[in-house]
């Protein structure tokens, strides 16, 4: 029933709700309002330039490492769900990652991600319901048959958008009989991207409507995984690594993007990344009988004996077992003496074994042979790929297994080595207690370093034992309770926890050190740390890359960051790292940046560095050493470079669009709807529920029950909060590591009271509210409406069109006028509305005839509007039609072709008898056979779609019944010539301080200068020192109160000091007079209900009264 007898505040407080929660139809970028963060510009390029435009995103974000990729992804979240696109989230990164994600989407986004872990699938389905909405699971937790079958389930409902972290870890390869070989992790990305044809294992009922793939390496020197990645963005554009190449370079940034650091910048246009400075600390090992040198020379000749007897016996698990004890040797002497331990007690296993009959030497060559197949984890594997579990470390497990490699060929040889082992294992003993431990000794002196005194180390090692080794010796110097460590063995909750000891500042009682193995280390920021340790270098180089992006990455504020490496020089190994490090030093100072540290991993990835170190164990150190500096230069560096501008694109867009950002910034200063229209709609509303706001609303507050007020449920939501966050709420975003409860749209609290108010009053909101309208000159009725566009599922019963898919919410509010005439205002129109009470006879039938013409109304936004929008849609979809059949049509001729050369070939080898490539042309001949109808089939999904899209169902808000003010006092106060007279005289006084004035007090003049209809504001005054005033201007005849709309007041608690009430008294006199209040929001009281009124007394007491200039 349509009346217009409800209350004002009442229809206000249900729009200004739904306005407050489309917050994304007044700032086109209103997620950065409601992150605890300001994105770079690389950041809001990606998100509103890349991501946010595209429908159904398919999309490969490959910035380089410390870019803040999951900044990235969780702005997209936070603007995908407030526009309504999206509602279930599910991340998979690698489950060293998955306590990272979760943390930084609740501190940064207010996002709340539940963990999935594989126990969590045995008695329920953690994926069903509202619980499963927004869930991070680790990749092989997910790919594992149990949790996978959870997503198969009816219950499971299909998840809007996947992300999969570390991408570059969804393998596929093809090898010269062109079979391709899948990962389970690559069939997992290709269920929930929606691949068509896969094994029934691997089959999904549903697809994910938008695929998100995120790595810093997506070319890992190999083109075909490199495909395989694009494969699953678009599997019928990217057919093969043909139909890739042939795609052009300008259409790839729909898929694709990649900046690496030296194009990252500020807003201000500086560099975003400090310099990074290595350096190579020496030290020489101590001398003497019992002595680290000798304990070295030793193992070294033990090891170098094995190793060679290995070589020629072919014997790879031996040879790998040496190297472990070779990269132990050089960590720490307790590291090798706990191997050495674990090495005897295996040789003593052999030997029983042997004695005892149970094994014989044919079936210890055999286990040899099974050995072999074994991999050294710290070569094969960057840190992030080390799984861990059950307390221990993936390398931890494969040492105990490659330890049992032995080259014996008898039990003689078992006994000698064992005795060998035994006497090492003794010397080690000795050397440890001396306690005397000179890399340590070279640690402790830069610990000690006065200028480094009162700051963080991040101090990494490549085993356990030498971090257990670290945290007793540092206790000992007096650093007791100031380490913190994480290793591979730990659950993400306890490294959370030490993470944490050590980002607490120091004077608050935090840890100092944070020691870390490689396993433990990747996915963790620690920004606010500038001193970083390799206590052991790493072999593997791409480990070494990575360990620095802990510390040189996005945030990072000390400039430069420093690395220091820790090498013996006397030592074949030290002599090898170091012609590394010096290397790699020379070139970052020939190149002027430290670009090289960034592509480490990649410049050896056809050659490995551990090869090198494993012959310095046999050759000539310093020969090895002049080899493997010769073969990394500068050239070499910029030869990658190129390449990969090659495979990625030139880059410099954050250069190219900054001018653009920079003025989007601006602009978006004008948009903000944070803090001061969420203040005054929690103002407006809190007593229509009940409750009382107590405290300061510019600070912290706190909710009471209003009286006769006993339950509430917006009070019971407060209690899923911590208690000492239930005193400490405020609207604006929180400052540093502040734990207030910050309220805002999408976070709980807020959502629970806006639902709460739509649910008691939405249904009065529709009966109507009276308002008057100062501008007005005849009455109209305001209808406000939520629209949407929709693509409407197919009943034809493709897979692809089986959903219904919302494309867009729109809110409108249409002006209907007793004649018939309508026409469209801005929703924010509401707020410019002053309340009224009663129905003037002229009105009335006006207002019967609303109720009369409702579904008319109707029927008019949904004919016009709605189908304006679902036509732009259509367009949209139908201008990029020809250009998508043509690259689906050319993807479907590089499969055939590539189909029909694997066919002849492996037809050849079949007719010379090969039974293996038989099998593969059955499976060629199937793909052949079913290849036309997938293409038609594609054409006809791509064709059918623009017909689908419909504009959606109308639903009304509210409704208003406006009229002109009636009456003499409404006629003066709003009398034209007074405000000119207060316009002209504030635009005389700004520009005699030699300020520019733009008058911006009419919808025309607003959107000349870039503002919406109705900005909040007059005036906007450009003042010489380069700052803005956003000026507010009320006239007065002689004096009188001062009244704020809704939507000026609320813009002035948004912008603050840089928001300005000139007020001018007097106007009907030759002296009129100015009276300037910066932030009258916070300077002036005013009363919370509907418009505002500050009265003349307050105004004189606050004001800068300002003269006009003489004439």
């Not at 042979?369 to 931890?396: W, Y």
């Not at 050896?604 to 002049?626: G, I, M």
């Amino acid at each position: 029933m349509l009346d217009f007898t409800t209350s004002p505040a009442i229809v206000r407080a249900v729009v200004e709700g739904e306005r407050l929660s489309l917050g994304h139809l007044v700032n086109p970028a209103f997620a950065t309002e409601l992150a605890r963060i300001d994105p770079l510009p690389h950041q809001r390029l990606a998100v509103y330039h890349h991501l946010l435009p595209q429908t159904r995103l398919r999309f490969l974000l490959a910035d380089d490492a410390g870019a803040g990729k999951t900044i990235m992804a969780g702005l997209y979240i936070r603007e995908m769900l407030s526009r309504r696109l999206i509602r279930r989230v599910l991340i998979v990164p690698p489950a060293g990652l998955v306590g990272n994600w979760q943390r930084e989407l609740q501190t940064l986004f207010n996002l709340d991600f539940a963990i999935v872990g594989g126990g969590d699938a045995r008695d329920a389905n953690p994926f069903a319901g509202p619980d499963g909405d927004r869930v991070i699971v680790s990749l092989d937790t997910l790919r594992g048959p149990a949790v996978f079958g959870r997503l198969r389930e009816a219950a499971t409902e299909p998840y809007d958008l996947v992300i999969f972290d570390e991408a570059h870890k969804l393998a596929a390869d093809r090898g010269s009989d062109y079979r391709v070989r899948r990962t389970d992790r690559y069939r997992l990305a290709e269920a929930l991207a929606g691949i068509p044809g896969l094994d029934a294992a691997w089959t999904l009922p549903w697809r994910s409507h938008h695929f998100l793939l995120l790595t810093a390496t997506p070319h890992m020197g190999k083109d075909y995984p490199w495909f395989a990645l694009w494969r699953l963005l678009d599997p019928g554009v990217f057919t093969t690594p043909k139909a890739l190449a042939a795609y052009p370079f300008a259409q790839r940034s729909r898929y694709f993007l990649r900046r690496v650091k030296e194009e990252m910048l500020t807003v201000e246009g500086r560099p975003l990344y400090p310099l990074r400075v290595a350096d190579t600390l020496g030290y020489a090992l101590r001398q003497g009988e019992i002595s680290e040198q000798t304990l070295y020379d030793r193992t070294t000749a033990y090891l170098e004996t094995y190793y060679n007897r290995a070589r020629l016996l072919n014997r790879s698990a031996a040879k790998l077992a040496m190297s472990v004890l070779q990269r132990r040797l050089a960590s720490s002497t307790w590291a090798l003496l706990r191997s050495l331990e674990r090495r005897l007690a295996k040789l003593d296993e052999l030997i029983a074994e042997v004695r005892q009959g149970r094994l014989s030497m044919a079936q210890l060559d055999l286990l040899q042979r099974d050995l072999s197949a074994e991999d050294d984890p710290f070569e094969a594997h960057t840190a992030d790929e080390e799984k861990g579990g059950d307390g221990r470390e993936d390398n931890e497990d494969a040492e105990d297994r490659l330890l049992e490699g032995v080259i014996a060929q008898s039990l003689a040889d078992l006994e000698t080595e064992r005795a060998r082992v035994a006497e090492l294992l003794d010397l080690a003993r000795r050397v440890y207690v001396t306690g005397d431990e000179s890399k340590f000794v070279r640690l402790r002196d830069v610990l000690r370093d006065d200028r480094y005194a009162d700051e963080k180390f991040l101090i990494f090692t490549e085993h356990r034992d030498t971090l257990e080794f670290l945290v007793e010796r540092l206790d000992g110097l007096g650093y007791a309770g100031q380490t913190a460590q994480i290793h591979g063995g730990m659950d993400y909750r306890e490294r959370e926890r030490h993470v944490a000891e050590f980002r607490k500042p120091l004077a608050e009682g935090g840890a100092r050190f944070l020691i870390c193995t490689d396993a433990a280390g990747e996915g963790i920021n620690l920004q606010f740390c500038w001193l970083m340790f390799n206590y052991d270098v790493p072999w593997n180089p791409a480990r070494l890359e990575q360990r620095m992006g802990r510390i040189h990455r996005y945030g990072q504020q000390h400039d430069p960051v420093y690395i220091f490496n820790l090498v013996a020089t006397t030592t074949r190994e030290g002599r090898v790292l170091k012609t590394l490090l010096d290397k790699l030093e020379k070139i970052r100072g020939e190149l002027g940046s430290s670009k090289v540290y960034d592509v480490i991993g990649r410049l050896f990835q056809e050659v490995s560095l551990k090869t090198y170190l494993d012959r310095a164990l046999t050759e000539n150190p310093d020969t090895v050493a002049a080899e493997l500096g010769g073969r990394l230069t500068r050239e070499q560096v910029e030869a990658l470079a190129e390449r990969e501008r090659t495979l990625y694109g030139v880059g410099g867009e954050v250069a190219r669009e900054l001018p653009a950002v920079q003025a989007a910034l601006q602009q978006e200063t004008y948009a903000c709807l944070l803090p001061g229209y969420v203040r005054q709609y929690l103002e407006q509303s809190a007593p229509l529920l009940g409750l009382r706001l107590a405290g300061d609303l510019d600070g912290f507050f706190t909710l009471r029950p209003g009286l006769g007020t006993v339950a509430h449920p917006v009070l019971a939501a407060l209690d899923a909060y911590p208690p000492e966050q239930h005193h400490r709420l405020t609207v604006r975003r929180p400052v540093g590591k502040d734990e207030a409860l910050w309220v805002h749209p999408g976070e709980p609290l807020f959502e629970q009271w806006r639902a709460q108010v739509h649910q008691t009053f939405g249904a009065m909101a529709l009966r109507g509210a009276r308002f008057t309208d100062p501008r007005a000159d005849r009455p109209y009725v305001l209808h406000v409406a939520r629209l949407t566009v929709l693509r409407a599922a197919d009943p034809s019963g493709w897979a692809e069109l089986a959903r219904t898919e919302w494309l867009e919410c729109r809110l409108v509010a249409l002006r209907r006028f007793a004649d018939g005439e309508t026409d469209r205002v801005p929703v924010e129109t509401l707020l410019l509305l002053q309340p009224a009470q009663g129905l003037p006879a002229n009105a009335q039938p006006l207002a019967l005839q609303a109720g009369v013409e409702l579904e008319a109304t109707r029927a008019q936004l949904r004919a016009e509007d709605g189908q304006r929008l679902a036509e732009t849609w259509q367009a949209q979809r139908r201008a990029r039609l020809v250009e998508s059949e043509r690259f689906i049509q050319q993807g479907f001729a590089f499969q055939e072709a590539e189909l029909m050369r694997i066919h002849v070939q492996l037809r050849d080898k079949a007719r010379a008898g090969n039974p293996s490539a038989e099998l593969e042309l059955a499976k060629i001949r199937q793909q052949e056979k079913g290849l036309t109808r997938r293409r038609d089939r594609a054409l006809a999904v791509l064709r059918r779609e623009p017909e689908l899209i419909v504009p959606g169902e109308v639903e009304f808000i509210a409704h208003a019944l406006v009229t002109p003010p009636e009456g003499e006092t409404a006629q003066r106060q709003f009398a034209a010539d007074v405000e000119r007279i207060a316009m002209e005289l504030v635009k005389v006084t700004e520009e005699a301080e030699g300020a520019l004035v733009e008058f911006v007090h009419t919808p025309p003049l607003a959107r000349a200068a870039g503002l919406s209809d109705f900005p909040g504001f007059d005036v906007l005054s450009h003042r010489p020192d380069g700052s803005r005033r956003h000026i507010e201007v009320k006239g007065r005849a002689s004096l009188g109160a001062v009244e704020m709309t809704a939507n000026e007041y609320g813009k002035a608690c948004t912008l603050g000091d840089a928001y300005w009430l000139y007020a001018v008294f007097q106007c009907e006199t030759a002296r009129p007079q100015l009276h300037r209040i910066q932030n009258p929001a916070v300077a002036l009281t005013a009363s919370p209900q509907s418009n505002v009124q500050f009265s003349a007394a307050q105004i004189a007491h606050h004001t800068q009264l300002s003269e006009p200039p003489s004439p």
